[in-house]
DNA sequence: AAGTATTTACCGAACATTCGGTCAGTTGCA
DNA sequence: TGCAACTGACCGAATGTTCGGTAAATACTT
């Protein structure tokens, strides 16, 4: 049996350490949330953590490259670079949406954070280049005259990536419909319109 | 001369507190700011915060309520309930714009309440009465027909106001437009679709 | 199989620092 | 002189982090 797949026989490790406090973060925000919140939650005391992670900001980091590597991924993707704007547009947003359900908790701590520290300001250099990519995008379909011309691109851009952000306010695996259903009705707001 | 109107001859009186501690709070998290923080932002020292107001959560409270009696106000005027159901979300979504803007720090702040103290408990309770008014006028718009009958209301009602709500933040007085061009583009990205 | 050594996962106490808040006193304008 | 506005020293509590110690599980040796 090797090393890597052997059954840890109990207690937590550096992974279920960061899900449990990411969830905490979310529930109270990260500078709400004490060690000692954490240690609660974790069903340990304050030092054990210490023993998994160097840290709280750690914790924080770890989370934060968890969210932003699955947006890169999605405006990496082939499908994000070639082809008409208007249908790269549509298919980044799709993506978005299924990353930010995959990825629930740690894309709702990425999209609070405000820049505090120089990791937090990392990770907001980083989402400024996924931001900077969608607003090309939709000033490419705009030019390529598939968005209506009233519209100015930069506030579109703004808008519907709001209403995509917003999924993590409100959204909850459990109850909520599938990440595809999801992305549907979003797709279909935002492109054709609520109105009848 | 009334008191009201007395010309303060230097310093600072509860009120310009409010609004300097709000723009902090707003730059760094309410629980990430201290009050060293705020005094030195006000250019005084931390004791001379509390000669003006009776403490930190008191800000947070002020602050919280500026931006819940403005939402409260929308959903109060008769245009929001008497009409046609969409007609009455057009014109509830266009006030909405227009109180975000107007009181763009303060909503910004309740928007990021999660509910830490009995304050922003407080808050958030209004803050779902606003909710549950504005889900309900959506449900009643598909009830009479208005919209798309492939959306479900719950889902349109969150997108919508995930948009409106993502303006606090990005908007900034400056740069961006007025609040009703900002609320044409959102209203016909929203109801008539950003797709040619 | 028995005995020893090492690792894992944790606790409790303490650390320096920062927190929100208090209070007696000082300043400067009317 | 009186009072509004403020300072500076300070308090107890809470913060993130470190440290010495330890019981149990595992690994190594005979």
Redesign the pocket.
């Known amino acids: 049996m090797s ?1 890597t797949t ?8 550096p992974e279920s ?1 960061l899900s449990i406090a990411v969830g905490v973060f979310n529930e109270r925000g990260y ?1 709400g ?7 609660r939650a ?11 992670v ?6 924080l980091a770890r989370a934060l490259d968890r969210a932003l590597d699955g947006l890169s991924a999605v405006v990496s993707d082939e499908r994000a670079t070639s082809g008409p704007a208007i249908e790269r547009l549509e298919w980044v947003v799709r993506q978005c949406v299924r990353t930010l359900v995959d990825r629930l908790p740690y894309v709702t701590l990425l999209l609070r954070v405000r820049g505090n520290s120089v990791t937090e300001q990392h990770a907001l250099e980083r989402r400024r280049e996924f931001d900077a990519f969608v607003s090309h995008l939709v000033k490419e379909a705009a030019a390529e005259g598939s968005i209506r011309p009233d519209l100015d691109p930069a506030l579109v851009t703004r808008l519907l990536f709001g209403a995509v952000n917003s999924i993590t306010e409100w959204y909850r695996p459990a109850s909520g419909g599938s990440a595809d259903e999801l992305a549907d009705t979003l797709v279909t707001m935002t492109f054709d319109g609520l109105r009848l």
Do not use: C, W
């Open positions: 090393i052997r059954q840890r026989r109990r207690g937590h490790d350490v500078d949330t004490s060690m000692e919140d954490l240690a974790l069903g340990v005391t304050k030092s054990a953590i210490y023993y998994h160097p840290g709280k900001e750690q914790l």
